[in-house]
């Protein structure tokens, strides 16, 4: 059983890639998003001095231990459930989006969630969103079900998305896999939009349906990307004072905001977990989502 959680709560086990070990899966209310409890562990996090592709905020490397149980989505915030959240509060998400425009990538102010500058469907990740509005969507989430939903921090971030593995990605460092388990700058892309691209072709233009592609070993969706992710981080310039037990770090530019996994275009340079991206809270990216995560008080028997 789970304790500590308020409100009904819908909850499964899934085979998890460690050893003689299961995940639980977990809803607190029918309609809301699926959620995997991870338990603590640790993982080294920041390049290593051999990583040409690494930047300087990835430095210095050092081992980050989660100290405590959270919870995770398995799948990005959708613009069904972004739109649910605005029918049922009126919140308003406007003021422009930085997309691409037939003037190249520019802030168009006609753009938003609803129309970020290309199509989307109800199951595609939400887009166009900000900071501020991410953390409203998941004061709602707490609200409507009593649950304490936020943003993962970014070490939660990519505990989660690593799945227990630790090469440049999940899959591994063949890049040709690359458009079996991630939305990317594919040849799709460099045929219309970019002038680089990975060697795949993972057949979307823009974003595509949340869970299109294969998941990580914690059969977390999008982890890798289709969407950048808001996370719940401060920025800082490198991981010299970053927290180094899960907490978000707290100590650098407020006034920016940490975003982790890529997207569905970027800039060159191969898809890689490690890879670290920052933008102003209030910032509305076409190109940027998140996902939600909650914290447990977890005793599974």
């Not at 990005?76 to 605005?86: I, K, L, W």
């Not at 049922?88 to 989006?97: K, S």
């Not at 981080?233 to 530019?253: E, K, S």
Request: proline share 7%; with cysteine.
């Amino acid at each position: 059983m789970i304790r500590g959680i308020i409100g009904i709560v819908f909850f499964s086990l899934v085979a998890c890639d460690a050893p003689n070990q299961q995940l639980v899966t977990l809803r607190d209310c029918v309609d809301c998003p699926e959620l995997v409890v991870l338990p603590p562990g640790t993982f080294m996090r920041g390049a290593g001095d051999n990583d040409t592709a690494a930047d300087a905020s990835e430095f210095p490397r050092h081992e980050v231990r989660i100290v405590r149980s959270f919870a995770i989505a398995a799948k990005p915030v959708t613009v069904a459930a972004f739109a649910a959240f605005v029918e049922a509060t009126a919140y308003r998400a406007n003021g422009g989006c930085h997309t691409l425009t037939p003037q190249g990538w520019r802030v168009d102010r006609s753009a938003n969630w609803r129309a970020p500058g290309f199509p989307q469907m109800p199951d595609h990740p939400v887009v166009c969103i900000s900071w501020h509005d991410a953390i409203a969507y998941a004061e709602w989430m707490s609200e409507r079900t009593g649950a304490p939903y936020r943003l993962p921090s970014e070490a939660e971030w990519e505990y989660a998305a690593r799945g227990g593995t630790t090469g440049t990605n999940f899959w591994g460092d063949d890049e040709r896999l690359t458009c079996d388990y991630a939305n990317v700058n594919d040849l799709t892309a460099k045929n219309k939009v970019a002038k680089v691209a990975e060697p795949c072709d993972d057949g979307f233009m823009y974003t595509s349906p949340v869970g299109s592609f294969q998941p990580n070993p914690y059969d977390l969706y999008d982890m890798v990307g289709n969407v950048w992710g808001w996370l719940a981080d401060c920025w800082m310039d490198d991981y010299r004072l970053v927290p180094r037990d899960g907490r978000p770090g707290t100590a650098g530019n407020c006034s920016i905001r940490v975003l982790r996994g890529g997207s569905w275009t970027d800039t060159p340079g191969p898809i890689r977990i490690g890879a670290r991206e920052n933008r102003l809270a209030e910032d509305r990216l076409s190109i940027a989502g998140f996902r939600l995560a909650r914290d447990v008080e977890q005793h599974i028997e």
